[in-house]
């Protein structure tokens, strides 16, 4: 097809072979057909998901029957559904013998939703076309050919490519834990009453804001969601908000957190063998995790490891002192940023920045390795690394 068109300008030969209905291709195997337009909609279904699926990736979908779109979806939101369930659930029982188009290799593994591979076969697709390989899954090519599915990729993958290389880079990042947390100079985080606001500066605060759009993810307790209410997002100081974690062991925020607005994704780490759920928890950008909650006390790398398998790596712990402690002594933590601010509470009840037992001994105590210091208004910055053993 390209050797017919060599004598046409590569204006003019992009323009004819856009026009076209059908240009045949070979790869992986596979003789089939494609049309560019469909896999170019597919692109722009989803640049709709921008600035909301962080850290997953934009991903857009058309299901096209007898040479006619019938359905669309994209990924709307982390823990929405993926575009390719968002478009078979479009087409219904039209979607058999239909052709699939997405930008990205369809999943094939449980994560917050269930493998889109086995999705596409329940619908009896005939056949799928992505864009970009995704080395994140394994299987879904040979899962959906078994299952009688041709299957091929890299349809317009330079330009999926450059839509997808935020994710793309994310998957070579290697997990990160970091805590932060604005500290009195006695080393209190809040009074006896629990009151903490505000211990840090209005530029301290600021700062942590833009720090939070580094993150993929930002954990606090149940304790903090229910003292302070925090929105836990950057307050429009970055385009992308980072996704909301709570560990709420029996589910107790109210219905009217925050946290539960439904404006940024909020992860909800609960004890699995809780029952009851209440309904203000079933909701749109509200994504219910069970986990074991007494493992999770003894080891908080349960919990890491958790988000881990949802692509939450890079990990913001702003929570309490029983939470920063579980965290410290679990070895999970890389990073600390320690906000000092020039004040003293006082207080035996006063809450400390590290609760929990701590050590017996001084030589049993965490070592923070190259500091640094800097200076906010009036407060100081105190950032370091843990080395994990």
């Given at each position: ?42 692109i ?62 369809p ?52 330009e ?12 070579k ?32 605060r ?16 149940t ?36 946290l ?130």
């Open positions: 097809m390209q050797k017919d068109l060599k004598h046409f300008s590569p204006d003019k030969r992009k323009k004819i072979l856009f026009l076209l209905p059908r240009v045949q291709f070979n790869d992986l195997g596979f003789s089939f057909f494609m049309n560019t337009k469909f896999m170019k909609l597919a722009e279904l989803a640049k709709k998901g921008k600035g909301k699926v962080s850290p997953n990736p934009l991903v857009g979908c058309v299901i096209v029957k007898n040479n006619k779109v019938i359905a669309k979806g994209w990924h709307k939101y982390f823990g929405a559904n993926h575009a390719e369930v968002e478009a078979l659930l479009s087409a219904g029982q039209n979607a058999q013998g239909a052709d699939l188009y997405c930008t990205l290799e999943c094939n593994s449980f994560g917050k939703k269930p493998p889109c591979s086995q999705a596409i076969v329940k619908s009896k697709i005939k056949r799928v076309f992505f864009a970009v390989k995704d080395k994140a899954v394994k299987e879904s090519v040979n899962f959906m050919k078994v299952n009688n599915i041709e299957v091929v990729g890299g349809i317009l993958e330079k999926a490519k450059n839509l997808l290389k935020d994710y793309l880079i994310h998957l990042k290697e997990p990160e834990v970091c805590i932060k947390t604005a500290i009195s100079l006695d080393g209190k985080i809040a009074t006896y009453k629990y009151d903490s606001k505000w211990i840090s500066s209005k530029k301290a600021n700062y942590v804001h833009k720090l939070r759009g580094q993150y993929d993810a930002v954990l606090i307790g304790n903090t969601a229910l003292k302070d209410n925090p929105f836990l997002t950057t307050h429009s100081k970055t385009l992308q908000n980072p996704v909301r974690v709570v560990i709420d062991s029996n589910l107790n925020l109210p219905k009217k957190a925050h539960l607005d439904g404006s940024v994704s909020t992860v909800v780490l609960y004890d699995q063998t809780l029952k009851k759920i209440s309904n203000h928890f079933i909701k749109d950008g509200i994504i219910l995790t069970p986990i074991d909650i007494k493992a999770a006390k003894k080891n908080f790398n349960v919990i890491i490891e958790k988000l881990n398998k949802f692509s939450l790596k890079r990990i913001l712990i702003e929570g309490g002192g029983e939470i920063i402690s579980s965290a410290l002594f679990s070895k999970s933590v890389d990073k600390i940023y320690f906000f000092y601010s020039p004040k003293i509470i006082g207080g035996k009840t006063a809450v400390s920045v590290v609760g929990g037992q701590g050590v017996e001994n001084i030589v049993d105590a965490l070592k923070v390795k190259n500091l640094e210091i800097s200076k906010f208004g009036k407060d100081f910055l105190v950032v370091g690394n843990l080395k994990k053993e």
